[in-house]
Structure formats: structure tokens, C-alpha cells
């Protein structure tokens, strides 16, 4: 994402402390809650990454492929302080796909191809969200699939698939956000003018002492929270309704 000056040994440690204080402040259901929400954190940062490394090889750059990132393995795409920070702040972020847009086919022009690439990661995301919700009405609301279960188990499929609803939603949406590292910034480049563009650039210090003051002041989630709900809500709506006309054929 983007390097503050820690070395591994400084991160190391800070993400064992903050880990170790959130799950003593949790108690047994803190932890229970984090062993649930692991599957769908890394469902969400690897198919977002994997969309990144997807859209650069079809647009004609193989850096991804070359550097492994091409695939759907966790291992290739996970950066343990965006996974620690998804799990216990809510938003985080995976190990950035590295690109060439010299390599860019010239389908497109490179500051489009750079926002198609960019995009497609949030739009995995939303998809993801789109299809889990799916999977809820279909074992929750449709069938009887479940039922056979125990009604505590019927509780830990329910949570891992509405945390991995909400993770990806929430993963979509904060790198939406139109500031850099975030891929929002490379997705609002493509429609800023030349100057426009080049004040961006010469100003891309600022932008981030931006990003990092909302985030620690936990701006973000004021400013991402209505936006988040309003997602959550046209998915399930969309979903609910195609579910009550396949019931209605």
C-alpha cells in the first residue's frame, strides 16, 4: 500500500499489541467473532487482488502473472497489516498488484487501462457481496438446506456469510475512496484534465497525510458508513426481488 518509514520488526510488533489488546477487550466472543470473519476477510482480499492481476493481464500487461499474482491462492495476495486491520477496524487492504502500463495493449489509453484495473478490484468486491447475499437467501430463505444442522451451527454458516457480505462491501467501498494509495484516486485520475492531473501528482504528499487523518480519526467510517448501508441495501434489494420473481415462474 504505501510505507510510513517501520521497518517489519516495528510493524511486527505493533500489529501483535494491537491484535493482543482488541481480543482481551473482546473477551470469548471476540475471539469466536474473529475466527468467523477470517474466511470471508480472505475471500475479499483475494479477489480483489486477483481482479486487479486479472484486468492488467487482459489489458495486456503480464507483470502480475510473472510476479504470481495471477492466481486465487490467499498466500499470493495477503498483507498481514491490511488482513489485521480488516479484521479489527473493518476496512484494510491487501498486497498491492504491481503493473506496467508500458504494456498496456493500447486498447485503451493508459490512464483509462490504469483505471479499469484499478476499479475492477472495489467491482469484485461488489460482486462477491452480490453472490453471498444469494447464498443467504438460498440456504436461509429459499430451502430447507440447513436444516438438518444443529441451530448453532445454522448461527456460524449465517455469520460467515454476512461477514463476508460485509467485508466485501465495506473493502469495495473504502477503496473507493478518492485519495491515494486508495484505488478511488487512479479511478478519479482518468477524468481530471491534464494541469488538473498534474496538481494531483505534485500534491499526492498531502493527499496522504489526508487519508491517514481520517483514517486515525475514524473519519472514515462517519464519512463511509451511509454509503456502506446504502450499498448493503440495493444488493439485498436486487437480490430479494430476482429471488421473488424466480418464485413467482
Do not use: C
Not at 457481496?129 to 430451502?143: C, D, G, K
Not at 436444516?147 to 477503496?175: D, E, K, P, R
Amino acid at each position: 500500500m504505501f510505507n510510513l518509514g517501520f521497518d517489519k520488526k516495528t510493524i511486527t510488533i505493533v500489529l501483535v499489541v494491537m491484535l493482543g489488546l482488541w481480543l482481551i477487550s473482546s473477551g470469548t466472543n471476540g475471539i469466536l467473532n474473529l475466527l468467523l470473519t477470517i474466511p470471508g476477510v480472505l475471500i475479499a482480499l483475494t479477489f480483489h487482488e486477483f481482479a486487479h492481476a486479472y484486468a492488467a493481464n487482459k489489458l495486456g500487461d503480464e507483470t502480475p502473472k510473472l510476479q504470481g499474482r495471477l492466481n486465487l491462492n490467499p498466500l499470493s495476495h495477503i498483507d498481514p497489516v491490511g488482513f489485521v486491520f480488516l479484521i479489527v477496524a473493518g476496512f484494510g487492504w491487501g498486497k498491492p498488484v504491481q503493473i506496467d502500463p508500458r504494456n498496456f495493449n493500447g486498447k485503451y489509453s493508459i490512464s483509462k487501462a490504469e483505471a479499469i484495473v484499478s476499479a475492477a478490484g472495489p467491482i469484485m468486491n461488489f460482486i462477491l457481496a452480490f453472490i453471498f447475499t444469494a447464498i443467504y437467501y438460498v440456504l436461509f430463505s429459499v430451502t430447507d438446506i440447513l436444516n438438518g444442522l444443529s441451530f448453532q451451527w445454522q448461527q456460524i454458516v449465517y455469520q460467515i456469510v454476512m461477514y463476508t457480505i460485509t467485508i466485501n462491501i465495506g473493502l469495495g467501498v473504502f477503496n473507493l475512496i478518492p485519495l491515494p494509495p486508495l484505488d478511488g484516486s487512479k479511478i478519479l485520475m482518468n477524468f481530471l484534465s491534464y494541469n488538473a492531473k498534474q496538481w494531483f501528482y505534485n500534491n499526492q504528499q498531502i493527499f496522504y497525510i489526508v487519508f491517514l487523518l481520517i483514517w486515525i480519526t475514524g473519519l472514515a467510517g462517519t464519512i463511509l458508513t451511509p454509503i456502506f448501508s446504502v450499498v448493503l441495501s440495493g444488493i439485498d434489494w436486487v437480490v430479494y426481488n430476482i429471488f421473488k420473481l424466480l418464485t413467482l415462474l
